[in-house]
């Protein structure tokens, strides 16, 4: 089987789309996704591109994405963050995921940053043991912090 790893274009993101509502469904959070195709297309593609997409092909058919996208770091300096990587369920297992991840780090190397940060689920332990296998570290001592937009408005409406 050839797994091809390109950049990603504008007519790919219904796939990418659908990739990420597979991934939250393996997430367990079925109903999370909100972002639309043309949301991806504008944050991608338009003026102010937030991010870098690729793209998995086997059989001219998109199988797999990672995204990725810059940061900061006052304590490295310019960091790259993988926000999501993911293969099509009945494509696991093949040496997909292993060929997006190597691509992403190639770009990290390229770019010439200093860390590449990614997030994993505690109970994810097929995909902990693979990090941990390519040198990650997975940090246990530190927690993620998230405001949705509904908390940040009442947040913001009270008085300080």
Excluded at 23 to 28: G, I, N, R, T, Y
Excluded at 60 to 80: C, N, P
Excluded at 142 to 152: C, K, P, S
Aim: net charge negative; charged share 30%.
């Amino acid at each position: 089987m050839e797994i091809k790893i390109r950049t990603a274009q504008p007519t790919d993101m219904k796939s990418v789309l659908q990739l990420i509502v597979e991934l939250a469904v393996f997430e367990k959070e079925p109903d999370a996704v909100e972002v639309t195709v043309e949301e991806l297309i504008d944050a991608g593609f338009g003026e102010e591109k937030q991010f870098e997409c690729f793209v998995a092909e086997v059989e001219d058919e998109i199988v797999g994405m990672a995204l990725v996208y810059f940061r900061f770091s006052t304590w490295k300096g310019r960091t790259l963050h993988l926000e999501d990587l993911v293969v099509r369920e009945r494509m696991r297992g093949k040496g997909v995921g292993s060929v997006l991840y190597r691509k992403v780090m190639e770009y990290a190397s390229e770019q010439k940053v200093k860390r590449v940060n990614w997030m994993v689920l505690d109970w994810n332990k097929v995909a902990i043991d693979f990090y941990e296998g390519t040198g990650a570290n997975v940090l246990s001592n530190w927690w993620q912090v998230e405001m949705e937009e509904q908390a940040l408005q009442e947040y913001l409406e009270q008085e300080l």
